[in-house]
């Protein structure tokens, strides 16, 4: 897998593209405070494919997936407990893909909607450092021209790094390094995260039309649920935007509360649906040339800073940011 980055670095005027100094790469003093805080946080993707939870079921899928659209990260701790623990087991590189691949299949976090729309492998790996800047990440991990590095969070000022590729501690084979306990299956599992985001990327730039717009619904018919009542409901809040629960019920031909019944029989509320979906419509419009104040009002939050907190605790990412990196497309690539 890491011929395809060593390969892509190699490319001296791409590598000299992704070096270069980007405004949206500057990161305030004060976010450098909230990156020592002691709940530190990573991917869920890779929490919950590291952990390998028994049990799972189409449904449980569906609501986890709800779930952490709203709200993407969990505590660093499980992260690294979990890749100390599959690292003992011996789990080998493939497996670790293969579960990071099956929980990517379903993800419609709003920052996995930005990294696997893209069509040119420059853009994802600066969206990617973007993302690494932004969120409170236990561990940061950073691609630059000579390949990848990882850190944890806490040394960030103090690395002569600053997530634009200029990184001294890159590994120049194409490994992940880290300066403390590191876990193998925990590199693993972000390296997957990667190579589906270039491969995504290169599929995206064959079709006329771009990568796939996820949505609620999506998922839902990948997982066989649309059928029920969570993929009813969210089928009506795609469609028709924020409505209250009691409207979302007359369209479906029942009560209110025998609605909310049937969803909590699947442990999930028609507030995570809604919440959910407008996320999720929000970040498909944050590449339109709609301000984000209006996207904010349209999609029913109560204002810009209501929308702006809902994706940082979503994706680790405010909206101005992502529609920053949405844009990276427009920019055109030195000749080669």
Known sequence: MAA?????FRLQAIAAFLTAPRPFEKLPKSHHKNREMPNSLAYHVVVNALEGRAGWTPMSRFVS??????SGHLPYQRYHAAGRARTAEGAGAGVVERMV??????DINPGYLLLSSFQREADVLIAFNAYNQSANLGVQTSLGANGYARRPSSASRNSPANGNGNDAGNGGNGTLTAGRDDPDSCRQ?????????MATTRRNAQ???GGEKRSLTTTAKILGVEASAAGEVALVFESEGHLPIASVARKLGCHQRTLERRLRESNITAEALRQASRLIRASHRLASLDSLTMIAFDEGFSDLAH???AFQTASGMPPSLIRKLMRLSQNPLPAL
């Open 4 to 8: 395809t980055f060593r390969s892509f």
């Open 65 to 70: 997936a709800v779930s952490h659209a709203i």
């Open 101 to 106: 691949n099956d929980f990517l299949a379903t």
């Open 189 to 197: 599992g972000t390296l997957a995260i990667v190579e589906t985001m």
């Open 207 to 209: 079709l006329p039309s």
């Open 307 to 309: 929308m702006t907190r």
